[in-house]
């Protein structure tokens, strides 16, 4: 007779869960950690395929931003004004939540302000004159004045955002565990779904089959291997951390090329990621890895334009995987009467993956 599983594990573990999350990134975490407070005698799990989360949510570069106005120009070439506004206020509150939610100190949050960072008095020019327009949106939107002002560092010319920071996503996602644990929230880890059907019964690979009264898809960049009709396409990032420099002239998180380049200092360490635009096809997949053209220009970048020369050397590398929506715009719906979806964070996740975990828990009704 082949492996089933007993009478006592199918009254106990295997017992149907009103809850499954598929997927234990920001997202997945927060959504449950939400319904769950709403909900308390729920049965929740979150199955996640990585022994850690293996996505995003710990492999990104600890930006809390609210967006370079570079970037913000750039969206508005494709979206409406009030699209632009509207994901700005969503940034900017998704941040005040995760603090609140988590605690600063827990997170390892730094308020050190965001610098848009130019190379050439040209590319200043074209965005520097939005500076009053944009400090009047965030007036209107986020009641804080003069977040914008124009300055130099190093010789360059930037524009400081005063409201942004930094944290550390290793710190986020280990509290989120915490607190989502302490919940009585079931996180199985190394457990990849292979498929889920719509009457909620979920196939993991290798493993048994769990029944779930509603199931949420929070597989950002990997959703569309479970739902191939999603209109999400995966992006892939990369970063690269440098060793200890004696004394780093970079301190602050740093937007470039309409967000495309970031970088920020970790203590005395520089850390950089990006460029995926120069070669868009390429990195649209959802295989970690890294494509030495773009690595290239990323030292190049830190050589010559961040002027650390040659005496620096790289002691950390990786890539994570982003998903991407068509309008940037995240996807929280109803799929059918038991699986929704939660994904589509196009890049900025840090700052609205609690606020889109909370939204997708608020649709979901036990
Ligand atoms: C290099 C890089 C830099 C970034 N920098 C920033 C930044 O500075 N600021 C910012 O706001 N955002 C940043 N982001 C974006 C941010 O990290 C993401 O938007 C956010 O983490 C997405 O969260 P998520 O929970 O939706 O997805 P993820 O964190 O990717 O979580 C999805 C989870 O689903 C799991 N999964 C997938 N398929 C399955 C399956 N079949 N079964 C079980 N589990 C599955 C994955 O393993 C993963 O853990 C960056 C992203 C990258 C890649």
């Known amino acids: 007779m082949s492996y089933s599983s007993s009478f006592w594990e199918e009254d106990s573990f295997l017992k149907p869960y009103d809850l499954a999350i598929v997927g234990a990134g920001i997202v ?83 308020h050190c302000g965001g610098f848009e960072f130019f190379r050439s008095e040209k590319e200043f020019e074209e965005v520097v004159s939005q500076i009053d327009s944009f ?42 565990v915490r607190k989502v644990s302490e919940l009585g929230i079931d996180i199985k880890w190394s457990s990849p779904v292979q498929s889920v059907a719509e009457n909620g019964l979920v196939n993991i690979e290798n493993g048994p089959s769990l029944r779930a009264g509603k199931v949420l898809f929070a597989a950002n960049g990997f959703v569309k291997r479970l739902l191939s009709d999603i209109e999400i396409n995966p992006a892939r990032g990369f970063v690269m951390v440098t060793d200890e420099q004696e004394s780093l002239p970079w301190k602050g998180i740093f937007h470039h090329d309409r967000g495309y380049i970031y970088f920020r200092n970790i203590g005395d360490r520089l850390l950089i990621g990006g460029a995926r635009n120069l070669d868009k096809d390429g990195e649209q997949t959802d295989q970690f890895g890294n494509n030495e053209m773009i690595k290239a220009h990323l030292k190049d970048f830190v050589s010559q334009t961040l002027m650390l020369g040659n005496t620096w050397e790289i002691d950390n590398e990786w890539s994570g995987i ?45």
Request: aromatic share 6%; charged share 25%; proline share 3%.
């Open 28 to 110: 997945g975490l927060s959504s449950a950690l939400f319904y769950k407070q709403k909900n308390p005698s729920a049965r929740v799990t979150v199955l996640e395929r990585g022994f850690l989360p293996k996505g995003a949510s710990t492999r990104n570069a600890g930006f809390a931003c609210v967006g370079s106005i570079g970037e913000h120009l750039a969206d508005m070439k494709k979206e409406s004004e009030k699209n632009i506004k509207r994901r700005i206020k969503r940034r900017y509150e998704g941040l005040q939540l995760l603090k609140k939610t988590l605690g600063e100190e827990a997170i390892g949050y730094e």
């Open 135 to 176: 400090n009047d949106w965030m007036s209107e939107l986020i009641n804080e004045d003069e977040v914008y002002s124009k300055g130099e560092l190093q010789g360059y010319p930037v524009i400081r955002n005063r409201l942004e920071g930094a944290l550390h996503p290793g710190k986020m996602m280990e509290a989120l």
């Open 322 to 366: 982003m998903g991407f929506s068509s309008t940037k715009t995240p996807i929280i719906k109803q799929l059918d009467q038991k699986r929704f979806i939660a994904a589509g964070l196009s890049g900025m996740g840090i700052a609205i993956g609690m606020e889109v975990g909370r939204s997708a828990s608020s649709m979901i009704v036990l």
